[in-house]
T-cell receptor, first 113, second 112 residues
Framework: NAGVTQTPKFQVLKTGQSMTLQCAQD?????MYWYRQDPGMGLRLIYY???????DKGEVPNGYNVSRLNKREFSLRLESAAPSQTSVYFCASTDRGWAGELFFGEGSRLTVL | DQQVKQNSPSLSVQEGRISILNCDYTNSMFDYFLWYKKYPAEGPTFLIS?????DKNEDGRFTVFLNKSAKHLSLHIVPSQPGDSAVYFCAASGTGGFKTIFGAGTRLFVKA
């Protein structure tokens, strides 16, 4: 079972470059999320998609955009990367909305120089 | 403004003893609480949850206690095993929204 798959796993960018993190889940889940993990800050929600066709801002959306391409895929785009966006990014999904356990991908480590 | 707080960055426990991880929250609209476990270079995995209508939920060696009046929950691991060494995240969510908010995490070391 693949579960939640994130690509790429590692990426190094220069300030100002753009990139897209891809996420796909094969569990037929309705809701998908993007979190970032920083030391001492835990996991902070960037954007989420409660269902196909909808997206909403989380706690730290500035500098990011998302696309819910279809039920399976939810991508996160950095249009102009900044060093403050150096982090580990996790995609997650659930089929039970607010009361559901989240299933996470393995993470994407992004470094912005 | 941290809505979910884990004030202990780390905890060290001897194998076989009890591990107690604590979590406080500020938003009274939260009504579902979860604990996740994370090993290095892996994504978090769900461990145990509790609804606000309960004050205790048990699953094997893991028990979560909820004190709504104090806005406090704790995770007890008994007995602790070296394989339990990981970062534990407390999380909370509520009706009317689809956001799950996480605490900063507590790193647990279980010494053999």
């Amino acid at each position: 079972n693949a579960g939640v798959t994130q690509t790429p796993k590692f990426q190094v960018l220069k300030t100002g470059q753009s990139m897209t993190l891809q996420c796909a889940q094969d569990m037929n889940h309705n809701s998908m999320y993007w979190y970032r993990q920083d030391p001492g800050m835990g996991l902070r929600l960037i954007y989420y998609s409660a269902s196909e066709g909808t997206t909403d801002k989380g706690e730290v959306p500035n500098g990011y955009n998302v696309s819910r391409l279809n039920k399976r895929e939810f991508s996160l785009r950095l249009e102009s990367a900044a060093p403050s966006q150096t982090s580990v990014y996790f995609c997650a999904s659930t089929d039970r909305g607010w009361a559901g356990e989240l299933f996470f991908g393995e993470g994407s480590r992004l470094t912005v120089l | 403004d941290q809505q979910v707080k884990q004030n202990s960055p780390s905890l060290s426990v001897q194998e076989g003893r009890i591990s107690i991880l604590n979590c406080d929250y500020t938003n009274s609209m939260f009504d579902y609480f979860l604990w996740y476990k994370k090993y290095p270079a892996e994504g978090p995995t769900f461990l145990i949850s509790i609804s606000s209508i309960k004050d205790k939920n048990e699953d094997g060696r893991f028990t979560v206690f909820l004190n709504k009046s104090a806005k406090h929950l704790s995770l007890h691991i008994v007995p602790s095993q070296p394989g339990d060494s990981a970062v534990y995240f407390c999380a909370a969510s509520g009706t009317g929204g689809f956001k799950t908010i996480f605490g900063a995490g507590t790193r647990l070391f279980v010494k053999a």
